[in-house]
């Protein structure tokens, strides 16, 4: 389970407002990444807080709730479809990354972020493999983002009914891979993550 220990250690060397940054839909065939970037009071308790991927669609939305309740300061920020065509899931991923941590409220010093890349950030960071079910304010952050996206694909799915976006939030499902064959992509596709339509093409 995620506690403070990260942002303990980071107090303790001096860093006064520590956010943790998380992203959510870096995988999917299409729509935007985004990310979030959040500050927690120190030893705030958030019963059930925990990775987004543990937890269920309805304790994802509850807890969205209370973390926006109960942060010093948060900010969820995106990456768009083009943006991520034009730079790369990577690039645009840390995009939005520096775009979250631009719009708190409440400046940080310092930043701990999801993953194994933390690179060119306006304040000093660090990586943390696994960060989301280790500090509490990247497990915070990834509710924010999580929560976030999944409800952009809901907007999605009403705007492009034929993709089901809403049932699989844009991952390669086969219902996914079905449709892009038989309705081809649509503008919201990142045309990177299709290429196999061109390869079965040839």
Same mark, same amino acid.
């Given at each position: 389970?995620?506690?403070?220990?990260?942002?303990?250690?980071?107090?303790? $060397?001096?860093? +006064?407002?520590?956010?943790?940054?998380? &992203?959510?839909? =870096?995988?999917?065939?299409c729509g935007p990444v985004y990310a979030a970037a959040c500050i927690l009071p120190d030893g705030l308790v958030i019963e059930g807080l925990n990775d987004s991927k543990k937890l269920t669609a309805k304790k994802r939305e509850k807890l969205f709730d209370v973390i926006c309740n109960e942060a010093i300061a948060y900010c969820i920020a995106s990456a768009s479809v083009e943006e991520i065509d034009e730079l790369n899931i990577l690039e645009a991923d840390l995009l939005a990354m520096r775009r979250a941590i631009d719009g708190l409220s409440v400046k940080a010093d310092f930043a701990i972020i999801d993953g194994n890349i933390a690179r060119d950030f306006q304040i000093p960071a660090m990586?943390?493999?696994?960060?989301?079910?280790?500090?509490?304010?990247?497990? +915070?952050?990834?509710?924010? +983002?999580?929560?976030?996206?999944? =409800?952009?694909?809901?907007?999605?799915?009403? &705007?492009?009914? &034929?993709?089901?976006?809403?049932k699989h939030k844009g991952y390669g499902t086969k219902e996914h891979m079905d449709?892009?064959?038989?309705?081809?992509?649509?503008?919201?596709?990142? $045309?990177?993550?299709?290429?196999?339509?061109?390869?079965?093409k040839k």
């Open positions: 389970m995620p506690d403070y220990s990260i942002e303990n250690s980071l107090h303790e $060397k001096g860093y +006064a407002v520590v956010c943790g940054i998380d &992203e959510a839909g =870096r995988g999917p065939l990586a943390v493999v696994k960060g989301d079910a280790t500090s509490m304010s990247i497990a +915070a952050a990834s509710i924010l +983002a999580k929560v976030a996206r999944d =409800r952009v694909c809901e907007e999605l799915d009403r &705007e492009y009914p &034929e993709y089901l976006i809403a449709a892009l064959r038989k309705y081809g992509p649509s503008p919201i596709h990142r $045309k990177k993550f299709i290429r196999f339509l061109d390869e079965e």
